[in-house]
């Protein structure tokens, strides 16, 4: 039969289970300020731990988790604002949207357009605006066949339009090609870069975010450089505003 | 402390530090059973404590246990306690 051997004294080691014990009962009562100190012993560590995974591959996930939060944010916005309208009787102002896929796009595309599967069959017309998703416009039909349309981009060379810089400032929009877009405003207006240019009204919609601004001492304007709501050159679908 | 006990000490805490960190639960185990089935048993019930605190509160039915690492370095320390005289034979016959 197998014989125990115990220690030199089992008092020792009956003070050291009862103080074990009170650790844990301890522990268990009083665990979240405990945690609180562990934490705070341990971020440093933590910390250094975290850094050593810092690669650009781990910001640019962190990155995209912040963009989806974002995206699911405004998209909650963009639904209270469309029951908002309804509820104050403004169910006009929101067109009836009409799903065409991309068949041709930038840069196999001339001058800044896309050929879509959707045309007067579908009810699209001439003029009809085209959003890339929500409330991201991005051009005009221009063109309208039987089962296709072709989209006139905002950014197309030569096309001008009036929008709202930030949803005040007046300004004439021109199309510089491959997706970007100039216009001047005066020499102190606040403008910087990621604000939007919106079209007038409730069912406006963001036509370009602004992605450079070029201000220059002395001069009476500033030039500013947008480009369209989603990258042309990587639409699948789109969106056609049917104008009612 | 017999060089042996530090190696044991030092490892285990490394293995389980690893485990915390990385973060890897599975290694917190691997860490608790080696300090606890060696017989260090102040050790691993303070290091399984410390582990509790920094994982927190577990979800599911782990709830129920409230310090499942504290509660997995007690059944491992009562195990090597009253298991051990079964395996662990301390007079080994001189001959057979």
């Given at each position: 039969?197998?014989?125990?051997?115990?220690?030199?004294?089992?008092?020792?080691?009956?003070?050291?289970?009862?103080?074990?014990?009170?650790?844990?009962?301890?522990?268990?009562?009083?665990?979240?300020?405990?945690?609180?100190?562990?934490?705070?012993?341990?971020?440093?560590?933590?910390?250094?731990?975290?850094?050593?995974?810092?690669?650009?591959?781990?910001?640019?996930?962190?990155?995209?988790?912040?963009a989806?939060?974002?995206?699911?944010?405004r998209d909650?916005?963009?639904?209270?604002?469309?029951?908002?309208?309804?509820?104050?009787?403004?169910?006009d102002v929101?067109?009836?949207?009409?799903?065409?896929?991309?068949?041709?796009?930038?840069?196999?595309?001339?001058?800044?357009?896309?050929?879509?599967?959707?045309?007067?069959?579908?009810?699209?017309?001439?003029?009809?605006?085209?959003?890339?998703?929500?409330?991201?416009i991005?051009g005009?039909?221009?063109?309208?066949?039987?089962?296709?349309?072709?989209?006139?981009?905002f950014?197309?060379?030569?096309?001008?339009?009036?929008?709202?810089?930030?949803g005040?400032?007046?300004?004439?929009?021109?199309?510089?090609?491959?997706?970007?877009?100039?216009?001047?405003?005066?020499?102190?207006?606040?403008?910087?870069?990621?604000?939007?240019?919106?079209?007038?009204?409730?069912?406006?919609?963001?036509?370009?975010?602004?992605?450079?601004v070029d201000?220059?001492?002395?001069?009476?304007?500033?030039?500013?450089?947008?480009?369209?709501?989603?990258?042309?050159a990587?639409?699948?679908r789109?969106?056609i505003?049917?104008?009612? | 402390?017999?060089?042996?006990?530090?190696?044991?000490?030092a490892?285990?805490?490394?293995?389980?530090?690893?485990?915390?960190?990385?973060?890897?639960?599975p290694?917190?185990?691997?860490?608790?059973?080696?300090?606890?089935?060696?017989?260090?048993?102040?050790?691993?019930?303070?290091?399984?404590?410390?582990?509790?605190?920094?994982?927190?509160?577990?979800?599911?039915?782990?709830?129920?246990?409230?310090?499942?690492?504290?509660?997995?370095?007690?059944?491992?320390?009562?195990?090597?306690?009253?298991?051990?005289?079964?395996?662990?034979?301390?007079?080994?016959?001189?001959?057979?």
């Amino acid at each position: 039969m197998p014989r125990r051997q115990h220690g030199r004294s089992s008092f020792p080691f009956a003070l050291g289970a009862m103080v074990l014990v009170a650790l844990v009962v301890l522990v268990v009562l009083f665990r979240t300020p405990l945690s609180g100190m562990f934490w705070l012993a341990a971020a440093p560590v933590v910390e250094w731990r975290q850094s050593l995974g810092a690669t650009e591959a781990t910001a640019l996930r962190a990155q995209l988790a912040e963009a989806t939060a974002a995206l699911a944010d405004r998209d909650a916005l963009y639904r209270e604002v469309a029951d908002l309208r309804e509820r104050l009787g403004r169910t006009d102002v929101p067109a009836t949207r009409i799903l065409a896929a991309v068949l041709m796009r930038p840069p196999w595309s001339a001058y800044d357009t896309l050929l879509v599967d959707a045309g007067s069959s579908h009810g699209v017309a001439l003029g009809d605006l085209v959003s890339a998703g929500q409330s991201g416009i991005i051009g005009r039909v221009s063109e309208v066949y039987a089962a296709q349309a072709r989209v006139e981009l905002f950014s197309a060379p030569g096309v001008t339009y009036q929008a709202l810089l930030n949803g005040t400032v007046p300004v004439a929009v021109e199309g510089q090609g491959g997706g970007s877009m100039h216009t001047d405003v005066p020499a102190g207006t606040i403008v910087a870069v990621g604000d939007t240019v919106e079209f007038p009204g409730l069912a406006g919609g963001i036509a370009a975010a602004v992605s450079a601004v070029d201000a220059k001492m002395g001069e009476s304007f500033i030039g500013i450089y947008m480009t369209l709501p989603a990258n042309p050159a990587e639409l699948a679908r789109v969106e056609i505003l049917r104008q009612q | 402390m017999s060089l042996a006990s530090r190696y044991i000490y030092a490892l285990s805490f490394a293995i389980a530090a690893v485990g915390f960190l990385w973060p890897f639960w599975p290694l917190c185990i691997i860490g608790i059973l080696i300090a606890a089935l060696s017989g260090r048993y102040v050790f691993v019930i303070i290091m399984a404590l410390l582990l509790d605190l920094g994982s927190g509160v577990p979800t599911g039915l782990l709830h129920y246990l409230f310090v499942p690492f504290t509660v997995l370095a007690i059944a491992a320390s009562l195990l090597r306690v009253f298991g051990g005289a079964y395996f662990l034979d301390k007079t080994p016959p001189d001959t057979l």
